[in-house]
C-alpha cells in the first residue's frame, strides 16, 4: 500500500476548472446516477446502476483496499463528479499500469476535454 499511499499523497491537483481527487464512497452513488450513455455506448453505463447500497458498500471496500487500483475522481464547479479515472493492474516495481479506465459523465462527453 507504500506505493498507492505515496501516489494518493500529491493529490489533489486542479488544472483548469477540473479538481482530481482521491476517490470516495459517495462517489460510486454518484456515478450510479450519472443518467444512460446514449446508443451505442449504453456498455459504458455503471455495472451497479440497480444495485442495493449494501452491493455498493462492498464495491467501495474493494476498491479502497486494492494496492494493485487507483481511483480519482474529477470534479467541475458546475458538476460534482464528472468523470472518474481507474488504474488497475499496477506493477509498482516496474512502473507500468496494465489496465485503465476513464468515464466521462454522458452530458460531458463530445465537449473537448482532454
Known amino acids: 500500500m507504500k506505493n498507492k499511499l505515496m501516489l494518493i ?8 476548472n477540473f479538481h482530481i481527487r482521491k ?3 459517495e462517489d460510486i452513488d454518484l456515478r450510479t446516477n450519472w443518467p444512460n450513455y446514449p446508443s451505442p455506448y449504453e456498455m459504458f453505463d455503471a455495472s451497479y446502476k440497480n444495485r442495493p447500497s449494501e452491493e455498493r458498500d462492498e ?4 476498491i479502497k483496499n486494492n494496492e494493485k487500483l487507483v481511483c480519482l475522481a474529477i470534479e467541475h464547479p458546475n458538476e460534482k463528479l464528472v468523470g ?3 488504474s488497475a493492474e499496477i506493477d509498482w516495481e516496474e512502473k507500468t499500469v496494465n489496465n485503465m479506465t476513464v468515464r466521462l459523465h454522458p452530458n460531458w462527453c463530445d465537449k473537448g476535454i482532454v
Open 59 to 62: 464495491r467501495w471496500k474493494k
Open 23 to 25: 476517490m470516495n464512497r
Open 9 to 16: 499523497d500529491k493529490l489533489p491537483i486542479d488544472i483548469d
Open 84 to 86: 472518474i479515472y481507474y
